[in-house]
């Protein structure tokens, strides 16, 4: 149920930063951030983990801030699989969705999932 709440809210993210940045990303329509998003939380499972473990001393010289880049070259991967229907721009227009993305997903999972009482 979290991983489809996952997909879900990376899909509003992206529509929401289309319709900010028109310019720099362009999404079709809401099913494809859907389909963009599932591919995204696909190579977040498979390619992700091959690409932490191969820039892990790098990304402990930056103390876990070329996590971002990672991100980036994933959100880029899926910019090239999905087509015309998803595109965006540039790297740093990538690297600046990963860290927004990345920033709404602690805050919405944080308030949603979070149950235990203070």
Same mark, same amino acid.
């Given at each position: 149920?979290?991983?489809?709440?996952? @997909?879900?809210?990376?899909? %509003?993210?992206? %529509?929401?930063? !289309?319709?900010?940045?028109?310019?720099? @990303?362009? @999404?079709?329509?809401?099913?494809?951030?859907?389909?963009?998003?599932?591919?995204? !939380?696909?190579? +977040?499972?498979? %390619?992700?983990?091959?690409? =932490?473990?191969? &820039?892990?001393?790098? &990304? =402990?010289? &930056?103390?876990?801030?070329?996590?971002?880049?990672? +991100? !980036?070259?994933t959100l880029l991967l &899926? $910019?090239?699989?999905?087509?015309? #229907?998803? /595109?965006? /721009?540039?790297?740093?227009?990538?690297?600046?969705? #990963?860290? =927004?993305? #990345?920033?709404? +997903? %602690?805050?919405?999972?944080?308030? =949603?999932? $979070?149950?235990?009482?203070?």
């Amino acid at each position: 149920m979290r991983w489809l709440f996952g @997909i879900l809210i990376n899909a %509003v993210i992206f %529509v929401a930063l !289309a319709g900010y940045f028109e310019k720099s @990303i362009y @999404i079709e329509g809401f099913g494809a951030a859907l389909g963009a998003s599932f591919v995204l !939380a696909i190579l +977040n499972i498979l %390619v992700k983990p091959i690409l =932490v473990i191969l &820039t892990l001393p790098v &990304t =402990v010289l &930056t103390l876990g801030l070329f996590l971002f880049v990672i +991100n !980036a070259i994933t959100l880029l991967l &899926t $910019d090239r699989i999905i087509g015309e #229907s998803f /595109e965006i /721009e540039g790297f740093g227009m990538a690297l600046f969705i #990963s860290i =927004v993305m #990345s920033i709404a +997903n %602690v805050i919405i999972q944080k308030a =949603v999932f $979070d149950t235990k009482e203070k």
